[in-house]
Every structure is written in C-alpha cells, then in structure tokens.
C-alpha cells in the first residue's frame, strides 16, 4: 500500500450530464465478470460522536441477469437511521438516459418476514426490471445515522463476478475526535492510501472478476477498512468505547441491569419443578428445559437498534423472543436462584470472528455464558430441541464477548475436536445370489455429527424414509425396516438402528460378480478443481468416520485375491481401509480422518486429489468367482 501525504486535494467531479461517458471494456475486464464497477465514490463523515453521514454514488455496467441480480437496489431505515438521498438512473452503453428514478419511485415496507414478529425497521425498494442488457445503472445515495458504535467497512469488491475498473473511499477528519481505522490486505490489492489535514482517502483500481471459490472464507481475503469511534452512540446513549471493559460495564448498565426480574408466577412455576437438593449443576438443568418447554423463537428488531433485549415480562406474558430477549430471560431466571451467568453476544453461523481489537457493536447472535468452575457451560436459548450445553457448528469454537456487571471480556466457546466429532458404523450384511443385498446396521454419530441426524427422531416415518432413500442413493430399491433412534442428549450422541435391503447391488457375469465394498458410507463430495486458485482455504471442522462391515458370501462364492490395505495421508487428514476374507465372510475396514484448519492455497491442489482418491477408493470393487 503506497501512502502519500497531500497538503490540498485537487477537486474531483463526480456530477453527471444527461450522458456519461462509457469507458471501452476489455476482453481481460469482462473476464468471469457479470457487472462491471465503473466507479464507485463513497464519502463517511463522522459529524459528531453521535452523527455519522454516508454518501455513496457508484456507475455499473450490467452485462446480464445474473449481474443484476447481485445488485442491491434498496436501503433500510428507521427513526435512528434516515434516507437523505436516493435515485437510480438507467443509461445505455453509449452514455444516453434512458430512465430515471428517483426517492418517490421507490416502494416502501416493513421488514417483516415469516421469522420476524416485531421490527420498526423498513426498507425502501426499487422495483425495476431491465428490458435489455447490457446496460448502464447509477445508483446514489445519502443516509444520515444518528448510530455510530456499529463498525463501518469498506471495501471495494462489492460482489464476486464484478470488475471493478475504479473504487475510492473518503473519510472526512473531524478534528474533535479521531476515526480509528483497522486495514486488512490492502497491499494484496494495490489500494492506494491518500492522507491530509482533513481527509484521508483510499483508491482501488483494477480490480478483475473474482471466480468463487470452495472453502474460502472471503472476509478474511478481501482488501477492508474498518472504521470505529473511542466514543459513540446508540440510540441516544453515550457509550465507551475506549477498552472491551468499558463497553462492557456501560453495556450491561443501559441494556440488561434493569431487565433481570422473572415474576412471582414464573418463580412458582419453576419452584414446583426444582428441588432444594438439587445441585447447582441440576438446577441449571432444569431452568434450560423449562425455557425450552415454554417458549419459542421469533426475531425482534425493535427497541434501541434492535440490540436491546425485550422485557422479561413480555417474555413470559407472549412465550417467545428473539436470541437476545430468550438469552437474558435465561439469566433472569437463574439470577433468581443466585446463580450467575452472562448475557453473551458473537457472531452465529459460518466461523465469523468478533474482531478483538476493535472495540465496537459486533455479532449477529446472543447465547448464555455460565461459569461452571474454571470454565463456561455455554447455552443456545433459542433451541427447542438442543442438548444442554450443546452449540453445535453455528456458535461452537469462536471468540465470543461476556458481558458482566464490572465489564466485557472475550472467552472461545465451545470446541468440538477433530477426534470428538465422530461416526462409527457397523454392519453386517447377506450377498444373495440374485443381485440383493439385507443386512442390518447400527451408526453412532457424536458430537458435531450428533447435530447431523438428531431432528430424525422429530421427522414422520415417511419424512425418515425420505432421508434414508437419498442418504443412501447409491442403494437400488432401498427398503429400511424395525428402525431404532436413540437420542442420548447427554452425551451429544445419536445411534440409527436399522434392517435394510437394496436390490441390484453388484454386477454379475457368467462365472463371477464384481461387488462393491463399503455399503454404506461412500465419500463422494469431490472439490472442484482451479486452475489458478487465488486464495487460501478453511476445513471449518474436523471429523473422524469410522467403519466396519461384514459381508457374508453364498456358499459357492470365493475369492483369489483381495485388495491391497490402503493408506492415504496428508496434513489434512488420513484414510485407512482393509479387507480381509475368512470363513466366507469379507471383513471391510476403512477409517477417514479429516482435520480442520486454515491451509495455503498452494496446498489446494494436493487436497483435492487427495480427496479424490479416498472416493475412487471408496468406490473400490472385488471380483470374485461363482461355483456352477
């Protein structure tokens, strides 16, 4: 990244006459492209510690539907959050006007949807629908906030598939207070870095289309601002945002001390269903069932930017809320019984992380963080059907903030290890001499892999068969009979027992089959293979399966040879399989171990084949003879 320091900017026009010019497009810049960013000008002016401005104005070419599909031609608002500006104009390829919209030509609604109950926020929405591509759309925009403790990001690459020909960023120095601004790859991207008494300005140029990648975790890639505030606003509430301390106190202080108090029905409720010798341990226990019991989840995007919980008292007057108000109401009630706990916020899903040195408001989930001696019983409050203290991949092995009365703190949730999250199968099965194969199978699945399987015992007979007909697709004509679920929620463990029968299962010639080994657990989910891959790739979460399968042979079946063992080891992982044949009985063992982590994209190439040699061994056939 190349800075230069500037003593005056030199004025840059960014206004458009009924044309515009078109700059010619080359082969290399329509390249994996949909759209092309022309320009792209967004100004952020930090007014005050409790004002922020943005203004955006960007020029794109749209080569096709796809194109304009990635485009978002909408901007939500609320009380705290005001639209100052907004038009789109369509041009054609040669500059000339063709349309223009303009703020009463958009359509206005709530964002209310099927999960949302309650939202005080709405979103104004163009509804335009192009009659030929490619074309040319400016959008603009003005909005006003009076929010400022959320983090502000840029970067220029606002969609895979788009080349961006020129994006600049523009922060307006306030000389009350400084912007702290994080840079993330910036060099990688030859942004360049413009700074002056009253400005500082970031140019990305060049830019080409960006093919996706599997296994890319994209907000670690990318080139990206971040701008945050020592001081900000929320709602109108001052807050510190000097240390994760400080926010944390005044956090805990505005938006949960005064929301911590179950009602006396509710205590009687729960005094019914708790013993006085009851452990600390079983009285958590059964506090969790009861939230479970008796609520449910709906999103909740009113009240102090959507972050605030809502009151206990509706909790239990309506019996739902969101991740926040089920969260605190959680905690309401172990409080209750003088057990602590914390009201604890992180990002849910993929393994986004909370950026540790910016203080600001970060994540998109709360869940319930309570000491258990040294460490944190971690509860998803918003689950009907969940373990106790299981998170499963949406919240596990992440950074996450506690929020306690003396201040916030930064704790890793749970971690589901390569070795714990496991799959064992066992099987034994009859080859019958007219193509079919019955048999009769028990899978335990643990840990991660429990959170695979376990809603099967909540799913119909037909819904089950459903899942086993496609699980299990490479088997002809399946039929799944006398099935046993055993949902052992103490143990995040899940077993399937089962009898099974599939027809047409091996090739027959005249004096021979060719029988397929592993029955049931083939490997089949081969990557996709780059030319030039661009960037490293992740393996979120490891796994380990493991299997055994014994396949009984008709009496005048026999075998010359067998396969080879095989073994197949890289840094990601391992592959074992084995056979062995006695007692007219083959014996397969094959074992897959997968690790996570973060690998080089120059490891890609050997992942891949790796990969796809442990399907081709998966796939591995025997030949054996057939007495007449």
């Known amino acids: 990244m190349r800075i230069v320091f500037l003593i005056v900017f030199l004025g840059i026009n960014f206004a458009f006459s009924q044309n515009i010019k078109i700059p010619v497009i080359t082969p290399e810049q329509k390249e994996n492209a949909n759209t092309i960013k022309i320009s792209d000008f967004q100004i952020i002016e930090y007014k005050s510690y409790n004002k922020v401005n943005i203004s955006r104005k960007y020029v794109v070419l749209v080569l096709n539907e796809i194109g304009f599909n990635s485009i978002d031609l909408s901007e939500d608002y609320n009380k705290s959050n005001k639209i100052k500006k907004l038009s789109v104009t369509i041009y054609n390829t040669f500059g000339g006007k063709v349309k223009q919209f303009g703020r009463t030509d958009f359509k206005d609604r709530s964002l209310l949807d099927g999960s949302t109950m309650f939202s005080d926020n709405r979103m104004l929405y163009l509804d335009y629908t192009p009659t030929v591509y490619p074309f040319v759309l400016e959008y603009e925009c003005e909005t006003e906030s009076v929010n400022t403790a959320f ?77 945050y505030l020592r001081k900000a606003s929320l709602e109108g509430y001052e807050l510190n945002m000097s240390s994760w301390a400080e926010f944390g106190k005044i956090y805990y202080d505005y938006f949960i001390k005064d929301n911590s108090t179950i009602s006396e029905n509710t205590k009687l409720k729960l005094d019914n269903i708790i013993s006085v010798n009851d452990s600390k341990l079983d009285k958590i226990k059964k506090i969790y069932k009861y939230v479970q019991d008796n609520t449910r989840y709906v999103s909740v995007q009113v009240g102090v930017g959507g972050w605030k919980p809502m009151e206990v008292s509706d909790v239990e007057k309506y019996g739902y809320g969101d991740c926040k108000a089920l969260s605190n109401f959680t905690r309401s009630i172990l409080k209750a019984y003088d057990i602590e706990s914390y009201y604890t916020v992180l990002y849910g899903g993929d393994k986004r992380k909370l950026d540790e040195e910016v203080v600001s408001m970060q994540g998109n989930h709360a869940i319930l963080s309570v000491p258990n001696d040294e460490n944190y019983i971690f509860l998803e409050c918003t689950s009907q059907t969940n373990p106790f203290g299981y998170l499963g991949d949406f919240t596990s092995n992440r950074n996450a903030l506690i929020i306690k009365p003396t201040g916030a703190e930064i704790v890793k949730t749970s971690e589901y290890k390569t070795e714990n999250n496991t799959q064992a199968t066992k099987s034994k099965i009859v080859v019958l001499e007219n193509g079919t194969i019955s048999g009769n199978a028990e899978i335990v699945s643990k840990n991660l892999q429990y959170k695979n399987v376990s809603l099967l015992e909540t799913k119909s007979a037909k819904d089950q068969m459903d899942y086993y007909k496609n699980h299990f697709g490479h088997l002809n004509n399946l039929e799944i009979s006398n099935l046993k679920l055993n949902n052992i929620k103490q143990h995040f463990s899940f077993s399937e027992i089962f009898n099974f029968k599939a027809e047409n299962y091996y090739e027959k010639g005249l004096n021979s089959i060719v029988l397929p080994l592993n029955v049931l657990n083939r490997y089949s989910r081969i990557p996709f293979k780059y030319r030039n891959k661009k960037f490293s790739f992740e393996i979120e979460y490891g796994f380990i399966d493991s299997d055994e399968i014994e396949i009984v042979l008709p009496q005048n079946y026999s075998i010359t040879q067998l396969p ?3 073994n197949l080891k890289e840094k990601f992982g391992e592959y074992d399989a084995n056979i062995v044949f006695e007692d007219n009985k083959l014996i397969y063992k094959r074992k897959l171990t997968i690790n996570d982590g973060v690998y080089a994209k120059e490891d890609y190439e050997t992942y891949r084949k790796f990969i796809e040699q442990i399907s081709k061994s998966d796939n591995i056939k025997i030949i054996i003879d057939v007495k007449q």
Do not use: C, R
Request: zero cysteines.
């Open 151 to 227: 983090l502000n990001a840029w970067t220029p690459i606002s969609n895979l598939h788009e080349t961006v020909l020129e994006a600049t960023l523009e922060i307006v120095k306030n000389p009350e207070f400084e912007v702290s601004l994080k840079l993330q790859k910036l060099d990688e991207f030859n942004v360049e870095k413009l700074e002056s008494d009253t400005k500082t300005i970031f140019i990305a140029k060049n830019i080409m289309a960006i093919k996706p990648e599997n296994y890319t975790n994209y907000s670690n890639e990318f080139p990206l601002v971040k701008m």
């Open 564 to 566: 080879g063992k095989i």
